[in-house]
């Protein structure tokens, strides 16, 4: 089974409104961090935000937030108010001790 | 603050040559350090992974290797380059310890001629 399942290939958002991406996991360990990346055109992985499967509220960073709902097993990406600049891949990944899983992306794009 | 480097950003190499990319961090100690490729639109390939010096774990059976001389050093080879070998590379650190996340080097590309 996948670990992580990003199930929208492709988005797009115009500008100024708010864009939601799924992510689904799947793990039995108990203790796991889940992850949201940005990747522009230009190739380098811009860590976004984190969770933990702890953290009983959501994560928030600017204007990124991460809606968990552990019992769904999903870590969806929200992104507020969006922006020409958010245009991207943008991979969900897991942590299950030293190892990392990665979605296949999602690619969002922003229209002015 | 922690850092990673990664070189060089681009490189052109001919069938069958050598290859060495090489990835340091700074300003953490014992990480855990990541080899990953990835095809043009696609997602991330795990090649290697190393929880400390000489310890290297290979995911894929392939032509490349990976070595880690020092603490924060980590290292790309082959000794002969197949036109599948072509990608982007990403090398990535994280925290031995706790469920913080991967951070990137900003990536090499190949281009296997």
């Known amino acids: 089974a996948q670990k992580i399942t990003q199930t929208q290939p492709g988005m797009f958002v115009q500008e100024k409104e708010a864009v939601t991406l799924d992510c689904t996991y799947d793990?039995?360990?108990?203790?796991?961090?889940l992850f949201w990346y940005k990747q522009p055109s230009s190739g380098e992985m811009i860590f976004l935000i984190y969770q933990g499967s702890y953290d009983e509220q959501n994560a928030t960073e600017g204007r990124y937030s991460l809606n968990f709902q552990k019992a769904r097993k999903s870590a969806n990406l929200v992104i507020s108010a969006s922006q020409l600049g958010d245009s991207a891949m943008y991979f969900c990944a897991m942590r299950e001790g030293r190892r990392f899983y990665f979605g296949s992306g999602t690619k969002l794009n922003v229209k002015p | 603050s922690q850092t990673i480097h990664q070189w060089p950003a681009t490189l052109v190499q001919p069938v069958g040559s050598p290859l060495s990319l090489e990835c340091t961090v700074e300003?953490?100690?014992?990480?855990?350090l990541y080899w990953y490729r990835q095809a043009a639109g696609r997602g991330l390939q795990l090649l290697f992974y190393?929880?400390?010096?000489?310890?290297i774990s290979s995911e894929v059976p392939q032509n490349l290797s990976a070595s880690r001389p020092q603490d924060r050093q980590f290292i790309l080879s082959s000794k002969k380059l197949l036109l599948s070998d072509s990608g982007f590379y990403l090398c990535a650190w994280s925290a031995s310890y706790s469920n913080q996340p991967q951070h990137f080097g900003d990536g090499t590309r190949l281009s296997i001629l």
């Open positions: 300003g953490t100690s014992n990480p855990n």
């Open positions: 190393s929880i400390g010096i000489d310890q």
């Open positions: 793990t039995s360990d108990q203790s796991y961090g």
